[in-house]
């Protein structure tokens, strides 16, 4: 589906030479969802003024309700920077120290009291993923709060995946526990305190936390989530594989706030303004954690932080959640803001193609569909390891990385593969699943040895790795 989306990307380009950057972003988005690639509201701005805001699609795929600007949606991981803020908040109101043991506020969780309010907020707790642990044993005809999760971590004690600060892996479970810390400190619940700390001062009057099954309140002018399967909109209650929608949906922190593109550009403006936070906390904001080692965390306080050269700092987020796909984009350099809110979980999210129009740059191609215009395996690695030509590549990161590096080998390109595996774990030398990748495609080449050390470097990195430790085994009897 992604080079389909990506060949109208490149069709649209031909049509559109000439235009100014408003009228691309606007034909980028026509075409997707002409191509139903796209249903939701866009909002991007340059310093204090919004220059595109368009609404696509339905908010109601049953009633045919439009969106509109005021559409309410649920913003899925892109609540993270939120909870994340409202620790800050807490911070300066001296109610709590980022360095604090976490077990201070919950200590039912005393097995891990080695791990830090810092560490939650920085993804590099350790505390292993609570939807994965749940699965097994809630009862799905409940619904789940975040005082469930530290009932099942009290009572199952699952291993930390690594010691804390020592390396970093996204956790959901962290701003979960986060939320309960906020509500411990401020004596509000999760809701309230970002309500009357965040929300009411910014006059974000469209914004709130939200549970839409677990309170059955009902929301005006509200988008529903979707997913398209068998050429039907469907809700994901309604799909056996999304139903975890249903009883994780008294969960909050890591998710649940909803909002709209004005009432994010209202908080976009104020963290630009450094309203609410004191200097100390926006500049941690705007900065990633540090591991153990001195070497920089991918993520901070709520926010994905990078130094790119051709579009200078950027603090960005993206949410993901059966029916909704979401991105916040800050670019603190240029202070350009994108928003994208999407009520279609298939649709496209083509923020690198926004944000090359803003910088004037052109569309970027999948690393695919490069090499079937004729780019060599090392003409691409190139532009991979260059710090400007990379961002005319899509999806450039580990995994987009590794999705080519397989594509390759099921096309018999073995040499081609193996050279694209050894680029990623160069690129990402703590990952696990890079290391694994790369031994696959050498235990394919019949390179056994070769193939050995990088399984037994993927289970240093990830012990958990059963796929390495069975395939290791199975090499050394041979």
């Given at each position: ?92 109101q001296g109610k709590l120290n980022l ?14 009291n080695n791990i830090t309010i810092r ?315 890079a290391f694994d990748s790369l031994g ?39």
């Amino acid at each position: 589906m992604k080079s389909i989306l990506y060949v109208l990307i490149i069709v649209f380009v031909q049509t559109v030479f000439g235009q100014n950057k408003t009228q691309k972003i606007d034909s980028l988005f026509t075409s997707l969802y002409n191509s139903n690639k796209f249903n939701g509201n866009i909002l991007i701005a340059e310093k204090d003024s919004i220059i595109f805001t368009k609404s696509f699609g339905y908010a109601n795929e049953s009633t045919k309700e439009k969106l509109n600007e005021n559409t309410i949606f649920e913003l899925a991981s892109c609540t993270k920077p939120f909870t994340a803020m409202a620790i800050l908040i807490l911070k300066d109101q001296g109610k709590l120290n980022l360095d604090d043991k976490i077990s201070k506020y919950i200590p039912e969780l005393y097995k891990y009291n080695n791990i830090t309010i810092r560490n939650l907020m920085n993804h590099t707790g350790g505390i292993p993923d609570y939807m994965a642990l749940m699965d097994t044993i809630w009862d799905k005809s409940k619904i789940a709060t975040n005082k469930d999760i530290i009932k099942i971590l009290e009572k199952q004690q699952p291993n930390e995946l690594f010691e804390p600060n020592t390396k970093e892996e996204y956790s959901n479970t962290g701003y979960a526990l986060l939320a309960t810390i906020i509500e411990k400190t401020s004596g509000k619940t999760y809701a309230e305190f970002l309500e009357s700390a965040i929300f009411k001062p910014l006059k974000m009057t469209r914004t709130f936390v939200y549970h839409r099954r677990f309170s059955g309140k009902k929301i005006k002018n509200y988008a529903v989530g979707y997913l398209y399967l068998n050429g039907d909109y469907i809700l994901p209650d309604d799909y056996e594989r999304s139903k975890f929608v249903f009883w994780l949906d008294g969960v909050e922190g890591d998710g649940t706030v909803n909002s709209t593109i004005n009432d994010l550009y209202k908080w976009n403006r104020a963290l630009k303004n450094n309203k609410l936070l004191s200097k100390e906390s926006l500049k941690l904001i705007n900065s990633n954690g540090i591991l153990s080692d001195g070497t920089l965390a991918h993520h901070g306080y709520g926010w994905r932080v990078l130094d790119t050269e051709p579009f200078g700092k950027i603090a960005r987020h993206s949410g993901a959640w059966p029916g909704y796909l979401t991105y916040i984009e800050r670019d603190l350099d240029t202070d350009k803001t994108i928003i994208i809110l999407q009520n279609h979980y298939n649709g496209a999210m083509p923020k690198q193609a926004v944000q090359n129009i803003l910088y004037g740059m052109p569309i970027p191609k999948t690393m695919e569909i490069l090499y079937r215009e004729g780019k060599t395996v090392d003409e691409i690695i190139a532009w991979l390891k260059n710090p400007v030509s990379k961002y005319l590549i899509d999806d450039f990161y580990e995994d987009g990385v590794n999705k080519f590096g397989y594509e390759l080998l099921k096309q018999g390109k073995n040499e081609s593969a193996v050279k694209i595996f050894e680029y990623n774990t160069n690129a990402n030398p703590k990952s696990s699943n890079a290391f694994d990748s790369l031994g696959e495609c050498l235990l394919k080449m019949n390179y056994k040895e070769q193939a050995k050390k990088a399984y037994e470097k993927s289970l240093e990195l990830d012990p958990t790795n059963k796929n390495a430790e069975s395939i290791i085994s199975n090499l050394k009897r041979e």
